[in-house]
């Protein structure tokens, strides 16, 4: 099994930042240029639980290619998105076990992890040797298989809306495409960054909660 954890607890905004770094000097941490401070208790609650079920755990730091950012309604409209993903494996014997010492742990972490953004926003690329993962025709393969399954009631049916040569039907159908495509695209647009997240850091909405 495994099991995914974000420490930072929320998606990374300037604002939300800003009010990070605030609590980094109140704790005497030294400031991130690229993250948000981890929320320590999550992790180490996490890996006591976990103790003697996983045997590492993998820092995983992902970047997109030419700075772009990747969004759901680009990848609707079809759009490539190039990325260098930088994976380390660390055995679970490594980290501390002392609740104090594994969230100091977790800090180091994610300050290497600004470091090596800054060594990949410099050189263009992770330090390291790159493995380029070969294509995987099963892939394509399954998606193909349920993409026909399920969307086969829906081309059966328009194909028998354009058999029937009723105009009226037609115009129905192309009307029920044009607003589902509509709802679609207004769905993707509020999980946008700026649109969603917590109340990260946010006294004021805590207040209102």
Known sequence: MWFLLYCEGTRFTEKKHQISMQVA??????????HLLPRTKGFT??????KGTVSAVYD????????????????VHGKKY??????RRIPVEEIPEDEQECASWLHKL???????QE????EGKFPGPTIIPPRRPWTLLNFLFWATLLLSPLINFACGVVVSGSPLLIIGFILF???????IRRLIGVTEVKKTGSSYGDQEAKKQN
């Open 45 to 50: 609650t996490t890996l006591q639980c976990l």
């Open 177 to 183: 495409l044009i607003i589902a495509s509509i709802a």
């Open 25 to 34: 000097e109140s704790k005497g941490l030294p400031k991130l240029k690229y």
């Open 110 to 116: 994610y300050q290497e992890k600004d470091a090596l």
């Open 82 to 87: 190039k990325a260098d993903m930088c994976v």
């Open 60 to 75: 995983v730091t992902l970047n997109f290619k030419d700075n772009q950012t990747p969004t759901l309604l680009g990848i």
């Open 119 to 122: 060594n990949y926003n410099k």
